[in-house]
């Protein structure tokens, strides 16, 4: 009996969820909306870095906005060259890798904060911190510990709102969908991207402080809208249920699932939820704070369903994402397209990149529930890998600045463009879903945490080091790069054949069950043949049909 309520579920795996609603859509839909942070603060920093004003007032050039080029283009900087006007490099890397710094605390503590106090008010929370750190950003003119600590702040509302909102949306969308809905997230980092670009593109020439100042203030809107939006969305049923709540479990789960609240479709799930909880806790005990942290580190690296394996699955999976190289381009897409040398407009190829990865995203929704995670993913880093080697390939030979060759650097960004497509159809959404769909309810809320993290750990990473490795000062990779990116890809299609289970169309529960039966390579013929409700006795004739014997998890 938990909250003073005994819930009595069903024996049929196929009646442990109610059929997909419209309302389901639209609360996952807007949920979704998390991402626009995400993305949006991922697009603008890339575009500001470039911006001639925010140039000058961090290295004190001066910029004459007037001036005719011999190419036909506007604007050049006073008594040096155009290819030394640009931020230093460990300028570059602060400002873009600050916020990543903020978001790896933020995913952390997001995820705790979210078992304490509920996924909703997290979000809300994150909504408020953000809006702090643009405050301090605006308000920086050539302060750059001011605007570091903006942007490190803002980077911890992010984290907040980027680690619960997958938490969130993969606890209340139905199976059948769940993989395109949580993809919906991606889709909405994507928009963000492209906003962001926008509004650069609209502000880059601007002679005074509303170039930078506009694109930060623009997300505002963001914060407001997410934050007053999620005050009449419920809380997830499954939050309800850990915290032994069964009764508000009951109404947030009829809610959701647009059923009556006596519905036997809302009894049976959430039977399962239960059950499974009651499952899980017998094996991850939650002894204490420091105990329900620890939970996510036992086990075995062989077993497959031992906390340990799915904590690494989840952390790795961001990794090998970040891995790819995909922000290298949304960072610093434009520094990069000017280095090489035939392109007079590197925002509009930036623009036409962000508009590719948009444009793609969508194909997932489909995809993603029709050919499962496992064949997304090994697609998506195979096309990768061919796309970067090409570009690599090209940018050592035709493409070199000194060849001046303009088709070559067309071929380039075609294949980046390609490579962009890969990877927003695959690994982008892909790897969000999985990491909701892994962990057992117990550990879910930092499990995602630690997972999130990663993402932004890695990215903080990546953001420190690749101006270095493309500076013309420093390492000055160039287009080699892109045999980097394309090697560690190499490393992601290997981290997903062995270790990435397949459970498109399961419930949470069902996921949780199948880890536990079969390894990741024949997790794809996998179907359940029992519920948890019956393996926990909380059927209605009170017998499982199934051993009460089941290979207790380390």
């Not at 992010?158 to 769940?178: C, D, H, N, Q, T």
């Not at 402080?209 to 623009?218: D, L, Q």
């Not at 982008?428 to 879903?433: D, K, Q």
Request: with cysteine; charged share 15%; hydrophobic share 45%.
């Amino acid at each position: 009996m938990a909250g003073g309520v005994v819930v009595t579920g069903t024996t049929d795996v196929g009646r442990v969820e109610a059929p997909v609603t419209f309302k389901a859509y639209l609360i996952c839909a807007f949920a979704a909306f998390g991402g626009i942070f995400f993305g949006y603060d991922t697009g603008w920093m890339g575009g500001v870095l470039a911006m001639p004003y925010f140039i000058t007032l961090y290295t004190g050039v001066p910029y004459d906005y007037n001036v005719v080029n011999a190419d036909g283009t506007i604007g050049a900087p006073i008594g040096i060259s155009k290819d030394d006007f640009v931020l230093p490099s460990s300028t570059q890397s602060l400002f873009t890798s600050i916020l990543s710094c903020g978001t790896f605390f933020g995913s952390l503590v997001g995820g705790d904060i979210a078992d304490f106090v509920g996924r909703r008010p997290t979000i809300i929370s994150g909504c408020f911190v953000f809006a702090v750190g643009c405050i301090m950003q605006i308000s920086s003119t050539n302060q750059e510990v001011l605007f570091v600590f903006g942007r490190l702040i803002a980077g911890v509302g992010v984290g907040f709102i980027s680690a619960v909102v997958i938490l969130y949306m993969s606890e209340i969308a139905p199976k059948k969908v769940r993989g395109a809905m949580v993809s919906g997230y991606q889709f909405c980092i994507t928009i963000g991207i492209l906003l962001a670009n926008c509004v650069v593109y609209a502000t880059q020439n601007r002679p005074d402080t509303g170039s930078y100042r506009i694109p930060i203030g623009v997300q505002f809107l963001w914060a407001l809208i997410l934050g007053i939006g999620l005050f009449i969305l419920p809380e997830s049923p499954r939050y309800f249920v850990k915290k032994g709540k069964i009764e508000e479990a009951a109404k947030a789960l009829a809610y959701v699932r647009g059923q009556p609240l006596e519905s036997d479709y809302v009894r049976d799930e959430l039977a399962e939820i239960v059950a499974n909880n009651e499952f899980e806790m017998r094996h991850i005990p939650q002894t204490s704070y420091v105990g329900s942290w620890t939970a996510c580190f036992k086990g075995s690296l062989s077993s497959g369903n031992s906390s340990l394996r799915r904590t690494i699955l989840g952390a790795g999976l961001q990794c090998m994402q970040q891995c790819t190289g995909i922000n290298f381009v949304f960072y610093f897409g434009p520094p990069f397209f000017k280095q090489l040398g035939t392109i007079s407009n590197p925002f509009l190829i930036s623009l036409i990149t962000t508009l590719v990865n948009v444009l793609s995203t969508p194909l997932s929704f489909y995809t993603i529930e029709k050919f499962g995670r496992r064949a997304l993913l090994l697609t998506g880093a195979t096309g990768m890998i061919i796309s970067q080697f090409i570009v690599g390939a090209i940018g050592v030979t035709q493409g070199r600045e000194e060849a001046h060759n303009p088709t070559a650097v067309s071929a380039m960004i075609a294949f980046i463009c390609i490579n962009i497509s890969f990877f927003a159809t695959t690994w982008g959404p892909t790897a969000w879903v999985v990491v909701g769909e892994v962990f057992p309810l117990p550990i879910r809320s930092r499990g995602v945490g630690i997972s999130t993290a990663s993402n932004w750990f890695w990215n903080t990473i990546i953001a420190v080091i690749t101006p270095y490795l493309v500076g013309e000062h420093e390492a000055n990779l160039g287009p080699k790069v892109f045999f980097l990116w394309g090697s560690l890809c190499c490393l992601s299609l290997t981290f997903a054949y062995f270790l990435v289970p397949e459970l498109k169309g399961l419930s949470l529960e069902q996921a949780d069950m199948c880890m536990q039966e079969v390894p990741p390579r024949r997790s794809a013929k996998w179907k359940p043949s029992h519920t948890f409700a019956s393996e926990m006795h909380r059927v209605e004739d009170n017998t499982a049909l199934v051993n009460d014997t089941v290979e207790e998890k380390v």
